[in-house]
């Protein structure tokens, strides 16, 4: 792994180089680029979505309730908008639809990552919660691995802030759109996570959506909203 230049090609091949950054940070950078904050509401988890012809409606568990054209699930591998979705797909889901948990990952802060494949494919809910002690051993097991001419892995490990060990998913969900709905990022679709490419595929399929959205946009007439056969299409090319 330490003999490919994959990654020193990203700006060249996609446009913007790859970086690594704790959530933690990412988060206020992104929040000081929202322009409307007060459109912003936290810790308000989805508690329903119900669709109907012209909009789809968003209850939330502390009684909130908003209507829209379109909602954008970009709520992760556990996400309810992705649920939604599922419930109105035409054959029911099959225990090989569902995203699995095939991967453990070691984890530093500052982020690197050691990946170690399980095998085998197991529910999310089944993956077992690891121990510190279980982290140092698999830290320990690749501690000889050179990842400069002149660093290994365990110079590494030495100089952690901490580390962890989690089941990390990997799959393609069975179903992104309905008629009012899509899903975009982890809860669409979760590969590369031994890469830490997340973040990327939202940025993508976000583009994809976005793209298509004011396309359509731009064939209505000034202050015509778009009709619900339009709406469809763009999800369904989406998709």
Same mark, same amino acid.
């Given at each position: 792994?330490?003999?490919?230049?994959?990654?020193?090609?990203?700006?060249?091949?996609?446009?913007?180089?790859?970086?690594?950054?704790?959530?933690?940070?990412?988060?206020?950078?992104?929040?000081?680029?929202?322009?409307?904050?007060?459109?912003?509401?936290?810790?308000?988890?989805?508690?329903?979505?119900?669709?109907?012809?012209?909009?789809?409606?968003?209850?939330?568990?502390?009684?909130?309730? %908003? !209507? /829209? +054209?379109?909602?954008?699930? =970009?709520?992760?591998?556990?996400?309810?908008? &992705?649920?939604?979705?599922? @419930?109105?797909?035409?054959?029911? %889901? !099959? /225990? +090989?639809?569902?995203?699995? =948990?095939?991967?453990?990952?070691?984890?530093? &802060?500052?982020?690197?990552? @050691?990946?170690?494949?399980?095998?085998?494919?197991?529910p999310f809910s089944q993956v077992p919660r690891y121990t510190e002690a279980e982290a140092e051993a698999l830290c320990q097991s690749v501690a000889y691995i050179q990842v400069t001419p002149k660093l290994k892995f365990?110079?590494?490990?030495?100089?952690?802030?901490?580390?962890?060990?989690?089941g990390v998913e990997e799959g393609v969900a069975k179903g992104w759109h309905t008629d009012r709905a899509i899903i975009v990022g982890d809860a669409a679709c979760k590969a590369l996570s031994a890469g830490g490419q997340?973040?990327?595929?939202?940025?993508?399929?976000?583009?994809?959506?976005?793209?298509?959205?004011?396309?359509?946009?731009?064939?209505?007439?000034?202050?015509?909203?778009?009709?619900?056969?339009?709406?469809?299409?763009?999800?369904?090319?989406?998709?």
């Open positions: 792994m330490n003999d490919s230049n994959a990654m020193g090609q990203y700006r060249e091949k996609i446009g913007y180089p790859i970086a690594f950054i704790e959530c933690c940070k990412l988060l206020p950078i992104i929040v000081r680029h929202i322009q409307h904050t007060e459109c912003v509401r936290t810790s308000a988890r989805v508690a329903s979505i119900e669709e109907s012809d012209d909009y789809v409606t968003v209850t939330t568990i502390d009684g909130l309730s %908003l !209507t /829209a +054209d379109i909602v954008v699930g =970009a709520d992760g591998v556990r996400s309810t908008v &992705r649920i939604q979705i599922d @419930s109105n797909l035409p054959e029911a %889901l !099959t /225990a +090989d639809d569902l995203l699995p =948990a095939p991967q453990s990952m070691a984890c530093q &802060r500052p982020p690197k990552a @050691s990946p170690r494949n399980l095998g085998q494919n197991v365990g110079g590494i490990y030495k100089n952690r802030v901490v580390a962890v060990k989690t997340g973040a990327s595929q939202v940025i993508e399929l976000c583009a994809v959506f976005v793209n298509s959205f004011m396309k359509a946009r731009k064939a209505c007439y000034p202050g015509e909203k778009l009709s619900s056969e339009p709406v469809k299409s763009i999800l369904v090319s989406y998709a």
